[in-house]
């Protein structure tokens, strides 16, 4: 019984990964400074642990003989997928990944201390060791994976993702955005000028900001007898589906930022909350990837709580808690549908986003592959930020490439999954409309009940039992298709 | 290397004690109710990986080989202590510590339930078994550890001390405290008719009471920095010596329960916060067992906290916080010094807890070696209440012998720990002063830092380098001696 023994080996790896997520979590939300030394040891020991134990060769053995035996459907595809990231944990050898690890963390620490002063000539010997270092796991990834190399790594965030799919859609998405982000420029200005926007007026105290957030959380579907909101100083969703943690942090001359904040969160809480209970210690029925959870999260910011008629029901509970006096829903859509053209990614908005993305994407790609040396990423940044979005990074590398830390910490391949995620989610919202015309009635009442079971239904229910492709044709009737995205925006932004 | 081997051994089952000791914390503090069953299958399966590491049969040929390195005296007792708690943790067969652990799960439950209902009857066959288990246990521990059966489970949770010396003390301090008991009773009667005790006036908003706990927490030292206070159900000291977690509960009517609650926990988190940092992942430098530990937080509480002094620094800081009016030290040391007989163990004062404590060990002697039935525990129990109490519980079985979760959770031989830690900490106490004669007017001032100087170099320092007795004296200059605690009652509670 060699399914028994990965059984078996799923409930350890499971108790080992449950420390690790709720360890996470107590050190950003309740962790005293002091105790970070012993905690980063028993992280890392906890960490190599589960290293050893999941890539013991004799592993090998027991997919081999579970796949010859009689089981049902959901255990096949537990096989498989246990499979899939044997491999993918195995095809590095020890050495390499002990290498990888310490290259990335002082090649991190170096980035924090160095980005504040701009300095990219101090920083560049560490990044090009990061750089070859990545071009070597993708290369032995590759070899192992039968795939290219920078579909290699993608394979390690999303996958089933390839990169020429992704080229496809993004260029697609490029194309449009070029003459989409002046019209909404336009338009943005013309609504303004017919309505100047209403500051929303603070002080909004913290534990209002919460009462609010808590009931929209229920109000959306989060189940609070399975999770709960703390607060940190970086705002995530971790924890396990049995015990989603989210966070948020509070400022208190606005409310909106922690709201949409969220929201956002509460999409990938939804997505934990909801994922199947058997055999739920196996890989199989882990959320899928990073690009099927940003379209989660995406799904619940973009796609419904930044609509107008999700405003319609919520603006009543955020006056009553609030007391927003005189604020109408055009009045706060003014502040969340908002376009403007920045240096900073994580502050842009969902229009200008995808560029950034797209940007890095064509990047990271050249490095990969060799084409582009690591010292000429910040000509090349600036040649395409002044092409994509008007803005120039000569001489600025710390609003240019060294903004993220993505790089820095060994993570290429990664940028895609956001704005794949948007554009997922643009396109699950057209198939909800789809089988239910009425949807956007239904948010103005307040009513998710249809929504999420269809999201239940169609996303949170096949886990990681399909490639993200797979499991986005299925749902939407469709390969990946930059169009819903596109109109979305359109919709949302070319109104006057 | 058989040390390296054995010290990498210890630093992976630190990493897991961490994990389970933060995990518990979490549970008790923020988990939400849905969360149980996936942490618990977690916790279930991190204390068997933890239970298969340390039990390992190779691990026996390392320690040996370790004994025959050359090391210095730090590691040679790291090792020995290594050794005692190997063979204590290897003395039961796998099975009989599942057919134990199960067991006791059962009668615990069952202890929960009937508890309220006051039924001995339907609890007893459970019992019975759990005695019987009780019975083995010793006997399996006694013949490995060449001790008598009793003395076994003792060395379980206080290492070093043996029943005939911890007889010899309670004989004296039970013939003590029968005829000191009325004469406090009295003496607090003519306190009480010169000067009625004056109400506290509440309410105290936990957020008040919040401060004024944390701002005596430093004052006495604990460090911040590697620690903190939350809220559980039951309060505790948990997590690790690096991130001390305590915890109390608040009500709103009186604030002295929860401070004085706090204050005990601090000792506990001292302790913690000041063991050896060299080797902390060896048991050897772990705290040494139950009774030590409690004679920390009760020297915190009982010899610093409820004394005079402590007052005189506390009250202005309780008046400033919690505006307290017109109460007076005398009006305060009225609430914190109360001799009341009850039935119940975890309610009772400072000077009737030993009886309560001194009725158990003397029964649970009786049930390991056989001599009394389970089934006769009430009529043995109810005889002892009478005598030492003057309180019958016939036919009273839910405050009597089905009060605590101890005996239905399997443990046996722990009841001592909290007199034998009562009696240490008076003799501590007697053992600063004879070093810094005006400890009571640093206290009254509130410099702590001489008396926590003696502790650390005394007591914290050791960790579990020594037994307890051996600590104690080394520490005290004598054996274990009820005389200091006698006269600790007497000169707290016969004033007149």
């Known amino acids: 019984m060699s399914f028994a023994e990965l059984d078996h080996l799923c409930r350890r790896l499971e108790a080992i990964g449950h420390a690790q997520a709720m360890l996470g979590v107590d050190e950003a939300v309740n962790m005293p400074e002091g105790g970070g030394e012993k905690r980063a040891e028993a992280m890392g020991v906890l960490a190599s642990m589960a290293h050893e134990m999941a890539t013991a060769p004799h592993i090998a053995d027991w997919i081999a003989k579970a796949e010859t035996e009689e089981l049902d459907d959901a255990q096949k595809a537990a096989v498989a997928e246990f499979k899939r990231s044997y ?19 002082r090649c991190e620490q170096l980035w924090r201390s160095l980005r504040a002063k701009n300095d990219w000539n101090d920083f ?5 060791n990061i750089v070859a270092l990545a071009q070597e796991e993708a290369e032995r990834r590759a070899e192992v994976l039968k795939l290219s190399p920078y579909d ?40 303004r000028a017919k309505h100047p926007p209403k500051a929303l007026a603070g002080p909004f105290p913290i534990e209002k900001q919460k009462a609010l957030g808590l009931e929209l959380m229920k109000a959306v579907g989060f189940d609070f007898h399975h999770g709960r909101l703390d607060v940190s100083h ?4 971790g924890g396990v589906p049995s015990d989603v943690r989210m966070t948020t942090r509070y400022r208190t001359d606005e409310f909106l930022s922690s709201l949409m904040g969220i929201l956002h969160e509460t999409g990938h809480g939804l997505y934990e909350q909801n994922l199947p209970h058997d055999l739920s210690h196996w890989p199989s029925m882990k959320a899928r990837g990073m690009a099927m959870h940003e379209s989660q999260s995406l799904f619940q910011e973009m796609q419904l709580s930044r609509r107008p008629e999700f405003w319609v029901f919520a603006l009543p509970r955020a006056r009553e808690i609030l007391g927003l006096e005189d604020v109408s829903v055009d009045d706060l859509l003014a502040h969340v549908h908002r376009v403007e053209r920045g240096f900073i990614r994580v502050d842009a ?32 940044w600036n040649a395409k930020m002044t092409e994509y979005l008007g803005l120039s990074t000569a001489g600025n590398y710390k609003d240019g490439p060294m903004q993220d830390v993505h790089w820095p910490s060994g993570a290429f391949g990664y940028f895609p999954s956001y704005t794949l995620g948007a554009m997922m989610a643009a396109q699950q919202w057209a198939a909800v409309e789809r089988a239910a015309p009425d949807a956007a009635a239904q948010i103005a009442r307040g009513d998710f009940s249809a929504i999420n079971a269809w999201r239940r239904e169609n996303i949170w229910s096949k886990a990681s039992m399909l490639s993200t492709p797979e499991i986005m044709r299925q749902a939407t009737g469709e390969p990946l298709n930059a169009r819903y995205f596109e109109e979305h ?5 070319l109104t006057t």
């Open 152 to 191: 290699a790594l993608v394979e390690q965030y999303d996958p089933g993702s390839r990169s020429a799919e992704i080229a496809r859609v993004f260029a697609d998405l490029k194309g449009f955005l070029k003459g989409f982000i002046p019209e909404a420029l336009e338009a943005q200005a013309r609504r």
């Open 349 to 380: 908005d969902e229009a200008t986003y995808p560029l950034h993305v797209i940007l890095r994407f064509e990047i990271e790609q050249e490095l990969v592959t060799g084409r582009l040396a690591a010292k000429d990423v910040p000509e090349a």
């Open 234 to 237: 970086h705002p995530f969703c």
């Open 489 to 493: 925006l359109k919709n949302r932004y």
């Open 124 to 128: 560049l010997p560490s990044f090009e």
């Open 87 to 105: 491999i993918n944990r195995t095809c590095l050898s020890s050495d390499f990944v002990a290498r990888q690890v310490n290259a990335a963390m």
